[in-house]
T-cell receptor, first 113, second 116 residues
């Protein structure tokens, strides 16, 4: 079993839709949870960063963490064609020192105008 | 302005011919990482530097080496590339471990390596 599972998609939605992207994980040591956006032929770019359980909102994006279920989500409201990209969840236990980040495989999202 | 620069963006090499990928940063970050990302797969950490201290992941093949001559530059050397080494290679930097938790990693655009 992989430490982090993420549905690869592709996920295709009409412009303006609410998008829900999800990851499950098995390592209960993970404490910090991140979502990266990766456009085609580009490096990942950090979107959201949360610690422990709860919600965090940033504009049209909401990150949700449920540690009891080992489940994290990213919601995109009023999706735009510019949101079309691959979204990678990532997480780390971080006990000091460098970050050993474990990534999901990414979900490819296409927002159709 | 580009903060993490990777050169070249595309690299074609022959089976067994050594190749070097380069990463430079203008952020003056202490930590630099090298990841390998194959198509539709998660980025896989190969190794990282904290300042001059080199840390190899346990499952990184010996075929992969790295050098960091100064804070700004880091190189990935593949001594004898095989077909299975064809991938996107991502460099990332980070200021350094924070007291309150990990910091943001900044990724470069990647170098796509093709092995013929």
């Amino acid at each position: 079993q992989k430490e982090v599972e993420q549905d690869p998609g592709p996920l295709s939605v009409p412009e303006g839709a609410i998008v829900s992207l999800n990851c499950t994980y098995s390592n209960s040591a993970f404490q910090y949870f991140m979502w990266y956006r990766q456009y085609s032929r580009k490096g990942p770019e950090l979107l959201m960063y949360t610690y422990s359980s709860g919600n965090k909102e940033d504009g049209r994006f909401t990150a949700q963490v449920d540690k009891s279920s080992k489940y994290i989500s990213l919601f995109i409201r009023d999706s735009q064609p510019s949101d079309s990209a691959t979204y990678l969840c990532a997480m780390t236990p971080y006990s000091g020192g460098y970050q050993k980040v474990t990534f999901g495989t990414g979900t490819k999202l296409q927002v159709i105008p | 302005d580009a903060m993490v620069i990777q050169n070249p963006r595309y690299q074609v090499t022959q089976f067994g011919k050594p190749v070097t990928l380069s990463c430079s940063q203008t952020l003056n970050h202490n930590v630099m990482y090298w990841y390998q990302q194959k198509s539709s797969q998660a980025p896989k950490l190969l190794f990282h530097y904290y300042d001059k201290d080199f840390n190899n992941e346990a499952d990184t093949p010996d075929n992969f080496q790295s050098r960091r001559p100064n804070t700004s530059f880091c190189f990935l050397d593949i001594r004898s590339p095989g077909l299975g080494d064809a991938a996107m290679y991502l460099c990332a930097t980070e200021p350094g471990p924070g007291l309150k938790g990990p910091d943001t990693q900044y990724f470069g655009p990647g170098t796509r390596l093709t092995v013929l």
